[in-house]
């Protein structure tokens, strides 16, 4: 019987395993990685400390501080499961069943699929949810990108300094998005803003050759080699299942990050804290750390 399961490592559950290991919890971490969406940022500009640091530098340190506490972290082991059966709480994955006191949910966001034919014959040939892993594969190529607000515009952002052309495609009369990213983009010679464009398909023989776009009842081939789906993310909430959530499936908390169940808590973007970023994910994970450790000592 664990004190506390943290389940994922990005900056809330990273964070939260800080903070539980400086209070000597008995605890263990479950994540299908380390680092969650802050690995997949290009550049970021708005973590306090730090004037400019990319999504993998910032990872590699949260990672490297984690890791000096010897946290005991299971990596792609992801739950499948969370229940409180009487006293305990039992989290539930492929690989066998935990028993915690306490849980901390920090399982974040993951990206929204475009649900068009091709999408899922062309993924990793050529059609990819990452422009920070994948972008670097298509140097000198066309390329799309899907979306108009913040995670489409960092992502173009990359694929400007890599590849030969960067199409977005924005479903809106205009980018959304923060501003300062937007010019950036629209400023750049090799970028071409397609607005009120959907896509309904993408083709291709073994690997992508193109989309379809529709656009005024018209529908268009576009050719591009690479597909960076960035339309948005749903919460992993999934396996929470008698946790209350709203209508975005983000799990409902406190200002103590309790949920509705006692002993379960929740931190970060898979919550219903309003704004998602890396410093609040952060706060909320210490945040919940320390409300696990306070509900420990007064249960006992
Ligand atoms: C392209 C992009 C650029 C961004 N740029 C910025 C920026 O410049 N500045 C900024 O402040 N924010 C930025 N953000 C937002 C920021 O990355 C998120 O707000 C932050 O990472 C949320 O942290 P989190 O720990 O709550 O969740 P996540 O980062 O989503 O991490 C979730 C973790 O949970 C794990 N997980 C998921 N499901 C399970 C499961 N069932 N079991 C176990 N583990 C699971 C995942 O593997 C992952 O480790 C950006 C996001 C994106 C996508």
Known sequence: MYDLIIIGAGPAGITAAVYAARKRLQF??????????????????????????TGPDLTAKFEEHMRKYNVPVKEREEALEVKKTGGAIKVRTAKGEYESKTVIIASGKVSKELGVPGEKE???????????????????????????????????????????????????PYLGGDAIMRQKVESSEVVT?????????????????????????????????????????????????????????????????????????????????????????????????LAAFKYLNSSQ
């Open 122 to 172: 062309f993924k990793n040939k050529g059609l990819t949810y990452c422009a920070t892993c994948d972008g670097p594969l298509f140097g000198g190529k066309a390329v799309a990108v899907i979306g108009g607000g913040n995670s489409a515009l960092d992502a173009a952002l990359q694929l400007i300094k890599i590849a030969r052309h960067v199409y977005m495609i924005n479903i809106t």
């Open 193 to 289: 803003v397609i607005n009120n464009a959907r896509v309904t398909a993408v083709v291709g023989d073994n690997m992508v050759s193109g989309i379809m776009i529709k656009r005024e009842e018209r529908i268009e081939p576009l050719a591009v080699q690479g597909v960076f789906v960035e339309i948005g993310l749903k919460p992993n909430s999934g396996f929470a299942k008698d946790v209350e959530k709203n209508e975005y499936d983000e799990i409902k908390v406190n200002c103590l990050n309790q949920t509705n169940v006692p002993g379960i808590f929740a931190a970060g973007d898979v919550t219903d804290v309003p704004e998602k970023q890396i410093v609040i994910a952060a706060g909320e994970g210490s945040k919940a750390a």
């Open 28 to 53: 263990l971490v479950l994540t299908g990685d380390i680092g969650g969406q802050a690995a997949w940022s290009g550049d970021i500009e708005n973590y306090t400390g730090y004037q400019f640091i």
